[in-house]
């Protein structure tokens, strides 16, 4: 998790740990962390930690007790953190149907994921239907060896659906 000088100093004084101590608990045990900012409203953390950092956390907040290794969990928030800001910049119109690696499928389960409505409205112009874009992430996961997000890619769409709605509070594109 790279975190900016300003997340460090966050984390540092909600969880009054520092040093080795925080980066541990920061790779080996997230659900601490969590429950140490259990009663933070999400959209608030925003404003406080770098955007990597704020989707790691609500990947985590949202799928704490659930079956998904942390591993799994932080690939999935990398992937959202990188892919997210590319949604608004490239149009789901353009999809390749030969071109099915790591990256397109972070960018489908994001784009599934976070804008369904969107892309619902989208498929009412001609675009792919949103299961489309799942089943593409599914097969770009797969190629890329990453079977456990293939794996669980209907729920990890939900995931993401929900804390959209729920954490960030986000409205729909549309």
Do not use: C
């Not at 789901?92 to 892309?119: M, R, W």
């Amino acid at each position: 998790m790279l975190l900016t000088a300003n997340d460090l100093q966050f984390l540092a004084r909600e969880t009054k740990l520092t040093g080795p101590k925080l980066e541990l608990l920061l790779e080996e045990d997230a659900d601490l962390l969590l429950d140490v900012l259990a009663e933070r409203d999400m959209r608030q953390l925003l404003l406080t930690v770098s955007f990597p950092t704020f989707v790691r956390l609500s990947v985590l907040k949202e799928t704490k007790g659930k079956k998904y290794t942390y591993s799994e969990k932080n690939y999935v928030s990398e992937a959202v953190a990188v892919q997210y800001p590319k949604v608004h910049n490239q149009s789901p119109y353009l999809i390749d149907k030969n071109k099915f690696g790591e990256s397109e499928a972070q960018f489908y389960l994001v784009t599934a994921g976070i804008f369904p409505e969107y892309l619902e409205k989208l498929e009412r112009k001609g675009a792919p239907s949103p299961e489309y874009y799942v089943k593409a992430a599914k097969v770009g996961f797969q190629r890329a060896d990453k079977q456990d997000v293939a794996d669980h890619i209907f729920e990890w769409v939900e995931i993401l659906n929900h804390m959209s709605k729920t954490q960030w509070n986000l409205q729909s594109l549309a």
